[in-house]
Each structure stands twice: as C-alpha cells, then as structure tokens.
C-alpha cells in the first residue's frame, strides 16, 4: 500500500509544506485558514497539535499554542480538523506535528487510531528519539501512517542510519537559515547536508525553520525537494487577530506567494 505522502512525491515538482497550530486562533478560523492555504497551492498541510511547552518553537508558535489552548482546543478538536481538512481536498496529505507527551497521555494505540480515522497521513513528534519509537512504529506501521523524522545540521552518518531505521514519507531538514543571518553560507552549508543525506536515502528531504517568504521557498527549492513555511504565516494571524477577513486576505496571498516560489 503506498501512502499518500509518496505519491505526493511522484511527481518532480517541489512541495510547499504549511504549518499552522490547530484551532488558532479559534476552530472554526482556524479550519478557513486550512481552507485558504490548500486552495491557494499547498501539497502538504502540517497541523500543530497545541501542546503548553513547546521547547522546539520559538514565540511565535508558542503563542499561536496558548491562543488555542485557551480556546480549550484538545486532541479531538485536532482530529476534525485534519477530517475537515480531507474533506477540502481529499487527496492532500494532512500531518499532525507536535510532542510525545501528548499521544503518551491520550493513549498511543488510540491516538493512532483516531489518526486514521480521520484521514491523518503522517505525524512528525518533535521530542521522540530512536531509540524510544518502537512503541509508537508498531502502531504506525500497522495504520500505514508515515513517521517523518526531524533531521539536523549536527547529525552525524552514524545517527543519520539510525533515524532513517524507521522514518517515512519524507525528512524534515532542521535548516537554521535566517537564524544566523549568513544566508548565502546558510545556502551552501544546506547544500553540503542535503546531498550528505540523499547517499544514505530516497526519500525527498524538505527543509524547515526559518523559511519566512517566497525568496527563500525558492532558494531552498533549488537545492532539496520542497519547503516548510510555518511561522510566517502564524505571524499573520497573530497581526490579524482582530480582522478576519484581513487575516484570510493576508494568508491567501502569503500562500499563493509562497507556491510560486517552488517554480524554478
């Protein structure tokens, strides 16, 4: 059986990967925010699960979680979300992202479950080692789920056969381009880890963190296989937070924007 993310990748087009905490700043903006970003070109949709300590994020998204957290958003509300979602377009792949924490507390066999129940293609869980995902791999395996891993600049040959053990779908590349302000080395150094990852794997890699416009969507499409644009759209709902419509307008064009970027 082969997943929905994979055949995503059949083509050699590049991807534009989105990401959005679920339910902020509320449910139902937040499922015409998903409405907006896949009519507007998005081929992969991330949904963050709202978790209370997101070490991995930076304010932006921490907020974005405390907007939905105080809104009482839960895991089920997540669920509908990515249901809703496949609804919009069915044959877009939704991934749920966010920390262990909250599928060890839901219940693994159960979070699973809902997952596929809902139509959810993937799960990328920030926090979850190697060396502890069997649990977690026995579930997703069985569901055909994908388990997308995280991958960064310091891991090294030895750690990198260890993560692509059990990863699917495609690699999330941890790039920290725009974080140092050396883009153009940023560009090489990226460059240099893509090709080091692609002699150990097939699968597409799609590089994240700091992406912040169109420019650097195309930059970074011109060396991997796609591009994961996150906190510069929760930026604009959090601009927006008291006009709607301006929101959706924003995001519409901020999207649009972006998948003309994966043109080369």
Same mark, same amino acid.
């Given at each position: 059986?082969?997943?929905?993310?994979?055949?995503? !990748?059949?083509?050699?087009?590049?991807?534009?990967?989105?990401?959005?905490?679920?339910? $902020?700043?509320?449910?139902?903006? #937040? %499922?015409?925010?998903?409405?907006?970003?896949?009519?507007?070109?998005?081929?992969?949709?991330?949904?963050?699960?709202?978790? *209370?300590?997101?070490?991995?994020?930076?304010?932006?998204?921490?907020? =974005?979680?405390?907007?939905?957290?105080?809104?009482?958003?839960?895991? /089920?509300?997540?669920? #509908?979300?990515?249901?809703?979602?496949?609804?919009?377009?069915?044959?877009?792949?939704?991934?749920?992202?966010?920390?262990?924490?909250?599928? %060890?507390?839901?219940?693994?066999?159960? !979070?699973?479950?809902?997952?596929?129940?809902?139509?959810?293609?993937? %799960?990328?869980?920030?926090?979850?080692?190697?060396? /502890?995902?069997?649990?977690?791999?026995?579930?997703?395996?069985? =569901?055909?789920? $994908?388990?997308?891993?995280?991958?960064?600049?310091?891991?090294? /040959?030895?750690?990198?056969?260890?993560?692509?053990?059990?990863?699917?779908? !495609?690699?999330?590349?941890? #790039?920290?381009?725009?974080?140092?302000?050396?883009?153009?080395?940023?560009?090489?150094?990226?460059?240099?880890?893509?090709? !080091?990852?692609?002699?150990?794997?097939?699968?597409?890699?799609?590089?994240?963190?700091?992406?912040?416009? =169109?420019?650097?969507?195309?930059?970074?499409?011109?060396?991997?296989?796609?591009?994961?644009?996150? *906190? *510069?759209?929760?930026?604009?709902?959090?601009?927006?937070?008291?006009?709607?419509?301006?929101?959706?307008?924003?995001?519409?064009?901020?999207?649009?924007?972006?998948? $003309?970027?994966?043109?080369?």
């Amino acid at each position: 059986m082969t997943n929905l993310i994979s055949q995503t !990748f059949k083509n050699n087009e590049k991807k534009l990967v989105t990401f959005i905490t679920g339910g $902020d700043p509320d449910f139902d903006t #937040s %499922l015409e925010i998903i409405r907006t970003i896949i009519n507007n070109g998005a081929d992969i949709v991330e949904i963050g699960m709202p978790f *209370s300590d997101p070490m991995a994020d930076g304010p932006t998204i921490q907020l =974005s979680s405390n907007r939905a957290i105080s809104k009482g958003i839960d895991l /089920e509300n997540i669920f #509908s979300l990515a249901a809703e979602a496949k609804k919009i377009k069915n044959d877009l792949p939704i991934i749920l992202m966010g920390y262990y924490n909250l599928i %060890l507390y839901f219940g693994i066999e159960k !979070f699973v479950k809902r997952c596929k129940e809902n139509g959810v293609d993937g %799960l990328i869980i920030v926090d979850l080692q190697p060396e /502890e995902d069997d649990d977690l791999i026995n579930e997703v395996k069985k =569901s055909h789920i $994908d388990l997308i891993r995280l991958i960064t600049p310091t891991t090294n /040959e030895e750690r990198l056969k260890l993560i692509l053990n059990n990863a699917s779908g !495609f690699l999330y590349y941890v #790039s920290v381009m725009g974080i140092t302000g050396q883009k153009s080395a940023d560009l090489n150094d990226l460059e240099n880890s893509v090709a !080091f990852i692609k002699k150990h794997t097939n699968l597409p890699v799609i590089p994240g963190f700091g992406i912040k416009n =169109s420019t650097d969507v195309n930059n970074i499409c011109k060396i991997a296989d796609g591009a994961v644009v996150g *906190s *510069s759209i929760i930026k604009i709902i959090e601009e927006n937070l008291n006009d709607k419509d301006k929101m959706l307008l924003e995001i519409k064009k901020f999207t649009k924007d972006l998948k $003309d970027g994966t043109k080369l």
